[in-house]
T-cell receptor
Framework: DAKTTQPPSMDCAEGRAANLPCNHS???????VYWYRQIHSQGPQYIIH???NNETNEMASLIITEDRKSSTLILPHATLRDTAVYYC????????????FGTGTRLQVFP | DTAVSQTPKYLVTQMGNDKSIKCEQN?????MYWYKQDSKKFLKIMFS???????INETVPNRFSPKSPDKAHLNLHINSLELGDSAVYFC????????????FGSGTRLTVV
């Protein structure tokens, strides 16, 4: 059970912001939201994680709604190399040694 | 320097054979994992090792046996290979049980014929 719902695919123009949504309506107070991505033929790559505050790092921003039932991963200026499957994962901090991946969103960045 | 390296990258073998996949991490992480990605691209955890001790063993046939000679290595040995074992196997490592994310290897594509 991935406990998250993501659209199966999205498109984004190169240079534009890519906003990837994730619904996690059954999230509990102690569960974090993690984002990973998998570029074709490579292993998954950690992007960012958060609990309730918005987070930003060199790769992306994570916006979590106040009720925490959904979140959005933002790639501010998408490039062709951002084409990948993006996974949103909800997990207890004490269970992070057992990541469960769902089906993810396939993001296609086009020129 | 590759952080998590797996060998071989490709492995083609016949049914019934025994094979091993090796994994090494040079990040000083305390936990290592094996994941399987099937033909439908579902990623599933198989094993998790923390400081050479097995902490997670999901519903994996006992033909699969992880071996961790030290904290930096987690090898996967598979006995009596079956057609259904064909998949991409990913090794990963993390510090503090993955709170700050996992680092994955580039995968081993196993094809059983």
């Amino acid at each position: 059970d991935a406990k998250t719902t993501q659209p199966p695919s999205m498109d984004c123009a190169e240079g534009r912001a890519a906003n990837l949504p994730c619904n996690h309506s059954t999230i509990s107070g102690n569960e974090y939201v993690y984002w990973y991505r998998q570029i074709h033929s490579q292993g998954p790559q950690y992007i960012i994680h958060g609990l309730k505050n918005n987070e930003t790092n060199e790769m992306a921003s994570l916006i979590i709604t106040e009720d925490r039932k959904s979140s959005t991963l933002i790639l501010p200026h998408a490039t062709l190399r951002d084409t990948a499957v993006y996974y949103c994962i909800v997990i207890f901090l004490g269970n992070t040694d057992k990541l469960i991946f769902g089906t993810g969103t396939r993001l296609q960045v086009f020129p | 320097d590759t952080a998590v390296s797996q060998t071989p990258k490709y492995l083609v073998t016949q049914m019934g054979n025994d094979k091993s996949i090796k994994c090494e991490q040079n990040l000083g992480h305390d936990t290592m994992y094996w994941y399987k990605q099937d033909s439908k691209k579902f990623l599933k955890i198989m094993f998790s090792y923390n400081n050479k001790e097995l902490i997670i063993n999901e519903t994996v046939p006992n033909r699969f046996s992880p071996k961790s000679p030290d904290k930096a290595h987690l090898n996967l040995h598979i006995n009596s290979l079956e057609l259904g074992d064909s998949a991409v196997y990913f090794c990963a490592s993390s510090q503090d049980s993955g709170v700050y994310g996992y680092t994955f290897g580039s995968g081993t594509r196993l094809t059983v014929v």
